[in-house]
């Protein structure tokens, strides 16, 4: 059985196929485009594995009921030519075969929980930092998702701008805070009043309090 598998992200696509034991067969690194230009070599390349089921994780927001028509779409992205674009529908191509979708990070913490840093852990947090900033729970060895799916995700979180610190806005996105295109952008015109402290300083104070946040609110204990 050959098992294929997609982060998609916003910046590029990774894509690879396996065996059932894990041996992987081929990975391939796509950018992240437009639709029309990312998804055809996507589509060509599980179809040219013949792949027996698909496992997809993706930046969102995706539409994550089971049951919904459009269920693994990309909804109200921020990348604006992928908005409620079918992903997940596009690329199955009407193959039947077993196939799932997750947000990336809910798909990272699951990965790490079952053969990672957290495997044999019940309870585990996982932030990751990369275009934007994500977060994602696993309780009881499962992915928590919420009432809306949204979970543990705090890449559209807002933070009030507690130190105010010129080059940050009264409340903004988490993403807009300490995501890898902010950093880059506000590395040269962000600074303290006082002047002893750096972006970086920054950067990590809130990225603390998403985590603090993400503590408070999960009463159980956790791993990593």
Not at 100 to 122: F, S, W
Not at 154 to 172: H, Q, R, S
Not at 196 to 207: E, G
Request: glycine share 12%; aromatic share 10%; hydrophobic share 40%.
């Amino acid at each position: 059985m050959r098992l294929g598998a997609l982060e998609a992200g916003g910046t590029k696509m990774v894509l690879a196929v396996y065996w059932e034991d894990g041996t992987e067969i081929e990975r391939i690194t796509i950018p992240t485009e437009s639709p029309e230009e990312t998804m055809p070599p996507m589509i060509d390349f599980f179809r040219r594995h013949q792949v027996d089921a698909l496992g997809v994780g993706s930046f969102g927001p995706l539409e994550l009921h089971p049951e919904a028509p459009n269920y693994g779409s990309i909804t109200s992205t921020p990348k604006l030519k992928w908005k409620d674009y079918p992903l997940l529908k596009n690329l199955l191509g009407g193959r039947d075969i077993p196939a799932k979708i997750d947000t990336d990070v809910n798909a990272a913490a699951l990965a790490e929980a079952t053969m990672g840093a957290a495997r044999g852990c019940g309870n585990t947090v996982y932030v990751t930092i990369g275009t934007g900033v994500g977060g994602g729970v696993i309780l009881d060895g499962k992915v928590f998702h919420g009432f809306n799916f949204a979970g543990a995700d705090i890449d559209y979180c807002a933070e009030e701008n507690i130190l105010g610190v010129k080059g940050f806005v009264a409340a903004e996105y988490y993403s807009a805070i300490g995501g890898g295109a902010a950093c880059k952008d506000r590395e040269a015109c962000c600074c303290y009043a006082d002047k002893r402290k750096n972006f970086y300083d920054v950067h990590c104070l809130y990225l603390s309090l998403s985590l603090g946040r993400e503590f408070q609110f999960l009463s159980k204990s956790f791993a990593r």
